[in-house]
Structure formats: structure tokens, C-alpha cells
């Protein structure tokens, strides 16, 4: 069974960070590139970050450029995104997901940041 389970949200203050991890099981995780997207409320979901297979190759949102990174570790079938000076208008729902012929394919359930004072 597919699964990707995202973990690490939560309530921070701006200029706070945060470490968002997806757990993967029941494919070859090392064989997909990896993405995070994330929707906040009364918007459409946005392209947050992408990492190849690998790992050697990322991009990112020009809203999170210089902010967040994403990573993965192969030997523990997990991509993360370490997001640091945070802003409230990074307050959303993230998720985790495969990338299939450039798509999203499977998605996590998400999980809540939400940047206040």
C-alpha cells in the first residue's frame, strides 16, 4: 500500500522555523522525484518545492526561494522541508507527493503550519 504520512507542523511565530518530514512506504521511494505543495485557505494549492531522485536536483516557489529547502534520505525513505524565517502568508496545509510524468501522483494527508503571534 502507497503511503506518504507528512509530520513536523504546527503553530510558530514569524521569523520562526519549522522541519516538515513525509514518510513514504510501500513503493521505491529512491526511484520518484519528491514535492511538497501546500494550500492555504480560499486559495489554490501552490508548488512549494521539488527534489529529483536523487536529491541532486531541487526547485523551488519564488515565494520560498532563499526560506525554505527541501532534502530526502534515501536510506530512511523521507523528504523533508526545513522552512525557516517563516511568514504568516506561509500559514497552510502542506503536503508531500510523488512526481509522476511531472504530476503530482500520490498525495499525503497533510499537515497544518500556521505562522502567528
Known amino acids: 500500500q502507497v503511503q506518504l504520512l507528512e509530520s513536523g507542523g504546527g503553530l510558530v511565530q514569524p521569523g520562526g522555523s519549522l522541519r516538515l518530514s513525509c514518510a513514504a512506504s510501500?513503493?521505491?521511494?529512491?526511484?520518484?522525484?519528491m514535492s511538497w505543495y501546500r494550500q492555504a485557505p480560499g486559495k489554490e494549492r501552490e508548488l512549494v518545492a521539488r527534489?529529483?531522485?536523487?536529491?541532486?536536483?531541487?526547485t523551488y516557489a519564488d515565494s520560498v526561494k532563499g526560506r525554505f529547502t527541501i532534502s530526502r534520505d534515501n536510506t530512511k525513505n523521507t523528504v523533508y522541508l526545513q522552512m525557516n524565517s517563516l511568514k504568516p502568508e506561509d500559514t497552510a496545509v502542506y503536503y508531500c507527493?510523488?512526481?509522476?510524468?511531472?504530476?503530482?501522483?500520490?498525495w499525503g494527508q497533510g499537515t497544518q503550519v500556521t505562522v502567528s503571534s
Open positions: 527534489i529529483s531522485s536523487t536529491g541532486y536536483f531541487t
Open positions: 507527493t510523488t512526481v509522476e510524468r511531472g504530476r503530482p501522483g500520490v
Open positions: 510501500g513503493f521505491t521511494f529512491s526511484n520518484y522525484a
